[in-house]
């Protein structure tokens, strides 16, 4: 481990539960100082995760309270490496036909999941920019590529969010900062487990549509992102690494 004077720092958002704590955990394996990021409980999740985690509660759809995450942040550390958009709404939301979909639900989901998002990148692309160095990656949904039904809000933000990684890494490559996105089938997260025993049916399903005849965890996303954000990956920006264990291919 180095010290936090020289290590590279992550922030990663939605990271005090589910897939965002266990990119966490391995960014803190791979040398990384981590800074969680989440609505609340941040503060405990940064201490069960050791010494070389912050955390730092906030709401990433609220520009100023990114804002001041991020001049916290530079405060202590001084840089920002890397960035992972990884909060989202989605194991809260009920399934519902396109045309049952309350409009605040839309969009509040909008606001977390796509807006936050651009929140993110736009505090900490200053000081990317003025290092020419950066690696920023967003989680958004396999769902993309299924078109799963029911999730209309949810399918279209994750939509978005691939898109937003296409143009952010024209926009900011020739700083050489690098932009992509991981893509996560169904994974057995917090979120997900919470209500698992409603999710029998979905688990299984998507057991038996996938290549890999297994469930998903969030330490699979994390080895995704663990790559995207290593120098071997440098060659590497405005892609979409899908991790469903086969369930999609491209
Ligand atoms: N679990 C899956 O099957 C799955 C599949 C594809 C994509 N994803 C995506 O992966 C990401 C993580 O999902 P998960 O399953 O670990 O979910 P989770 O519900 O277990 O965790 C999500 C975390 O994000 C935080 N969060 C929500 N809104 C926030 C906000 N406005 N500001 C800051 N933090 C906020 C929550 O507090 C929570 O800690 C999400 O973007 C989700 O859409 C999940």
């Known amino acids: 481990m180095q010290d936090r004077h020289t290590a590279r720092v992550a922030i990663v958002t939605g990271g005090a539960q589910g897939i965002g704590r266990a990119i966490a955990a391995r960014l803190i394996e791979d040398d990384f100082e981590v800074v969680i ?12 995760l050791g010494e070389h985690a912050l955390g730092h509660d906030a709401d990433v759809s609220d520009a100023e309270q990114v804002q001041a995450m991020t001049e916290a942040v530079l405060a202590r550390y001084g840089r920002i490496d890397v960035l992972i958009n990884n909060a989202g709404i989605y194991t809260s939301l009920a399934k519902r036909p396109f045309d049952q979909i309350p409009p605040n639900e839309w969009r509040r989901v909008f606001e977390v999941n796509v807006e936050g998002v651009w929140h993110c990148c736009r505090m900490v692309a200053p000081t990317m920019r003025e290092a020419k160095a950066g690696v920023i990656v967003n989680i958004a949904s396999a769902a993309v590529a299924k078109g799963n039904p029911m999730l209309l809000q949810y399918v279209a933000s994750k939509g978005a969010v691939l898109a937003m990684t296409r143009v952010l890494a024209r926009e900011l490559g020739e700083s050489g900062v690098r932009v992509n996105t991981v893509s996560p089938g169904f994974t057995l997260s917090d979120g997900v487990m919470a209500t698992a025993g409603q999710r029998e049916s979905q688990l299984a399903g998507s057991r038996d549509a996938r290549a890999m005849h297994e469930d998903l965890q969030p330490g699979d996303i994390a080895g995704a ?26």
Request: cysteine-free; aromatic content about 2%.
């Open 37 to 48: 990021v989440d609505l609340k409980g941040s503060a405990d999740a940064a201490q069960d």
């Open 225 to 250: 992102v663990a790559y995207l954000v290593r120098p071997e990956a440098r060659m590497m920006t405005g892609q979409n690494l899908t991790v469903d264990g086969g369930m999609t291919m491209n």
